[in-house]
């Protein structure tokens, strides 16, 4: 096979600038839907639970996060408004710099030794390994076209 049949055969896989730009910002809105839903299910859970998400304080406390009076409400309701705004494609870079914080501390404090995948008790790390790589992929990228941010953009 010659380089130019080679070459031929390859740019029928080849997409146009606009296709790939399309293409990008589809995934990225998948990801921030997907990413900002399952933050509004965890932070619903702790912000509509009995005593709300105070309820939480002492197993902050008892896992060592810092200032955990703050923090069980910072966790919960950045989880349950950020998820939704990313959602939306508002302020994503803002958020996922707070939902990365937010995982960051998931895993020093809470899940640190544990495995990636999740063992019969519950433990494992991988959930927060990977809404953490979520948020800082959306830090990086931004939300894409078709979001809010995209909109004020244009």
């Known amino acids: 096979m010659t380089k130019d049949t080679m070459t031929n055969r390859l740019s029928r896989f080849t997409l146009d600038e606009d296709t790939r730009r399309t293409g990008t910002d589809l995934g990225l809105l998948v990801l921030r839907v997907a990413v900002g839903t ?3 299910t965890h932070g619903w859970g702790d ?5 709300g998400a105070g309820a939480n304080v002492e197993n902050y406390r ?7 009076e703050l923090s069980a ?5 950045l989880q349950l408004i ?5 959602i939306l494609g508002g302020l ?3 958020v996922g710099l707070g939902l990365v914080s937010v995982m960051a501390g998931a895993l020093i404090w809470v899940h640190r030794g544990e495995p990636l995948v ?3 008790d519950g433990s494992g790390s991988g959930f927060a390994f990977i809404m953490l790589a979520a948020s800082l992929a959306l830090v990086g990228t931004g939300a894409g076209r ?3 941010d995209g909109a004020l953009r244009r």
């Not at 950020?82 to 990313?86: P, S």
Request: proline share 9%; net charge positive; glycine share 20%.
């Open 73 to 77: 409400w910072y966790g919960a309701y």
């Open 92 to 94: 994503t870079r803002l």
């Open 146 to 148: 078709y979001s809010i």
């Open 38 to 40: 399952v933050f509004v």
């Open 62 to 68: 008892g896992a060592g996060i810092p200032l955990p």
């Open 47 to 51: 912000a509509t639970q009995p005593g």
């Open 118 to 120: 999740m063992g019969q």
């Open 82 to 86: 950020g998820g939704a705004v990313l």
